[in-house]
């Protein structure tokens, strides 16, 4: 499908010139930095300087993999594949397929390589809170955006090079994981991982490899997702895209596997989301956060609708129609 002349095709091209303007080796940055190599370019600033930094770069491949799916641009391919490259460049040097552009602040205040999250991790010290993992700012959500432009890269660019780098990496952290107990994994989990388990499923599909199948199931974030599966509405107060995005990655585990708890679980989410916490423009949540069932008519002030958990409530729909094409979801 290609657009004629139109709004669209404006919006189209004023998307496709930003993205020109973006500077890669300025999105690389940390990743060559704490990949103790030589960065070319300086770090943007806003989120791409604070601990949460490299969560752009993920975003980014996405969108030069779409926009080259979409137009057929050849810029965007390249530019893609220069990213890749220079993401494998780093991870080689790391040597254990750790490459990552997020932070830490440690306990002297000072900002170091996000490494060290993960080697306290390993060791047992875990410093959970809704948003940040022992001093760093939801490394997991910021390594879902990698996971997903690797992985969109991969299918929309035919890279071969961005899945043995997601596979890499997929390894790096099935080594972290595999050194929890249960318990200990439900604490990272409480702090923000976007659709990680979504990743692994993909992973799996793309490689027929078990053991990320395996990995996925296991990201099973029971406070929030057990509830659902027994088709209960225990959302309020809960921020709404932290847990979105697990929702996708169930559904998409009833797609590979057919397990019927999980899509049921998927199912009861978005009905319960549309039927009794979204308001009238079509998004949810107040401050990012769901309220009781039925009472929004109570949070009507100039902070709803965080415009990544309506995306995100458009992506699980996209899954739920696939399975059947209700008008309800239309």
Partial sequence: VRLMPSLFLDALNTNRRYLMR???????????????LDPQAPAYGGWEADTIAGHTLGHYLSALALMHAQTGDAQCRTRAGYL????????????????????RKNAAGQIESGRAVFDELKRGKIDPAPFYLNGSWAPLYTWHKLFAG???????????QALQVAV????????????????QLQKVLSCEFGGLNESFVELHVRTNDAQWLALAQRLHHHAVLDPLVTQRDEL???HSNTNIPKLIGLAREYEVTGDAASGAA????????????TYVIGGNGDREYFQQPDSISKFLTEQTCEHCASYNMLKLTRHLYQWGPQAELF
Avoid: K
């Fill in 22 to 36: 973006l500077q890669p080796d300025r999105l690389l940055h940390n990743f060559v930095l704490y990949a103790g």
């Fill in 84 to 103: 890749v490259g220079e993401l494998a460049r780093c991870q080689a040097h790391a040597g254990d397929g750790y490459v990552a552009g997020f932070t």
């Fill in 150 to 160: 690797l992985l969109d890269v991969h299918a929309h660019c035919d890279n071969a």
């Fill in 168 to 183: 890499g990496l997929a390894g790096y952290l099935q080594g972290i994981f595999s050194a929890l107990d249960e318990a």
């Fill in 236 to 238: 309020a107060h809960q």
């Fill in 266 to 277: 998927a199912r009861f989410f978005w009905h319960t989301v549309t039927d009794h916490h």
